[in-house]
Nanobody
Framework: QVQLVESGGGLVQAGGSLRLSCAASGRIFSSYAMGWFRQAPGKERDFVAAISWNGGSTNYVDSVKGRFTISRDSAKNTVYLQINSLKPEDTAVYYC???????????????WGQGTQVTVSS
């Protein structure tokens, strides 16, 4: 089965950049869509970005387009989220997720990581 472990979160200033990583175990990783969600205190967990199994397709929520880039390295079994021009409203726990397709991932992933905290100061 798939196990996901996030890293790369931390405290950064507004306007800075951060790259989150999600290391996946399991031989099904290369055939699964991967994605990121985030949850701020008192708010729902919302979809952020997703990438298809071969990296050929990506999908982003409108609020992060142009600032966030999702990518994956199958050789390392790792998916990344490059975050540029960070804003205070990006502060949240970021969760890695996996599912068979981008569509099914967006509506309820089969697998979740434990999350990594991103805090953006003003």
């Amino acid at each position: 089965q798939v196990q996901l472990v996030e890293s790369g979160g931390g405290l950064v200033q507004a306007g800075g950049s951060l790259r989150l990583s999600c290391a996946a175990s399991g031989r099904i990783f290369s055939s699964y869509a991967m994605g990121w969600f985030r949850q701020a205190p008192g708010k729902e967990r919302d979809f952020v970005a997703a990438i298809s199994w071969n990296g050929g397709s990506t999908n982003y929520v409108d609020s992060v387009k142009g600032r966030f880039t999702i990518s994956r390295d199958s050789a390392k079994n790792t998916v990344y989220l490059q975050i540029n021009s960070l804003k205070p409203e990006d502060t949240a726990v970021y969760y890695c997720a996996a599912d068979r397709t981008i569509v099914t991932l967006r509506f309820g992933p089969d697998y979740w990581g434990q999350g990594t905290q991103v805090t953006v100061s003003s």
